[in-house]
């Protein structure tokens, strides 16, 4: 019975490196959320995306930040030349692609936990 | 655009006691709203959520939430608070696209 499995857990990156974020989904779903958490704040949304599609991703810095969902495997975040400020937890959350199904709350993972340095 | 407020960034109670965590909300349409908690380095853990129905959602570890159209709150409460309950706890608004918005969060400190 997995939930939301992400990772890596925790990541170390210098300043200029890529970090790839990586977030398998509930069992049945197929919609993907990606939400990033600086320290003392909340969660802001980043990117909705269903398989091989990206559905809005009007949270998403214009620069560096992409995502994808391939038809096989997991939702990828990546962050190219992270910078100090790119430092966070990021969330990625899922639901179910049946509306009947879709209870509307989304399913969490424990985060990916990004220190660049 | 929806929005969702949390006043308190800390909310401070006494083992035993009532516990009340204020959520205020703006959207257009109807609501659907949830409550979030957050251990720390963990994840969010869904508690409830209003989507239609009675104004008084119950949901996990003995927390209910009160919905108030005319004051267009969800407050997040408890009729005894537990140590165990330490945690930041997430109010968020559901948004046309099935995302959730969320608001700042409140840091709840259960006193033993």
């Known amino acids: 019975n997995a939930g939301v499995m992400q990772n890596p857990r925790h990541l170390v990156r210098r300043r200029g490196q890529e970090a790839r974020l990586r977030c398998s989904p509930m069992?049945?779903?197929?919609?993907v959320y990606w939400y990033r958490q600086l320290p003392e704040e909340g969660l802001k949304f980043m990117v909705y995306?269903?398989?091989?599609?990206?559905?809005?991703e009007s949270g998403m810095p214009k620069e560096r930040f992409s995502a994808e969902f391939p038809k096989e495997g997991p939702s990828i975040l990546r962050i190219q030349q992270v910078v100090r400020g790119d430092s966070a937890a990021y969330f990625c959350?899922?639901?179910?692609?049946?509306?009947?199904?879709?209870?509307?709350?989304?399913?969490f993972g424990e985060g990916s936990r990004l220190t660049v340095l | 655009a929806q929005s969702v407020a949390q006043p308190e960034d800390q909310v401070n109670v006494a083992e035993g006691n009532p516990l009340t965590v204020k959520c205020t909300y703006s959207?257009?349409?109807?609501?659907?709203l949830f409550w979030y908690v957050q251990y720390p380095n963990r994840g969010l853990q869904f508690l409830l959520k209003?989507?239609?129905?009675?104004?008084l959602v119950k949901g996990s570890y003995g927390f209910e939430a009160e919905f108030n159209k005319s004051q267009t709150s969800f407050h997040l409460k408890k009729p005894s608070a537990l140590v165990s309950d330490s945690a930041l706890y997430f109010c968020?608004?559901?948004?046309?696209?099935?995302?959730?918005?969320f608001g700042s969060g409140t840091q709840l400190t259960v006193l033993p």
């Open positions: 968020a608004v559901r948004g046309p696209r099935r995302q959730l918005t």
């Open positions: 209003y989507i239609t129905g009675d104004n």
């Open positions: 959207v257009s349409g109807n609501p659907y």
């Open positions: 069992k049945g779903h197929s919609h």
């Open positions: 995306l269903q398989k091989e599609n990206i559905i809005d």
């Open positions: 959350a899922s639901s179910p692609e049946a509306v009947q199904k879709n209870t509307g709350e989304l399913f």
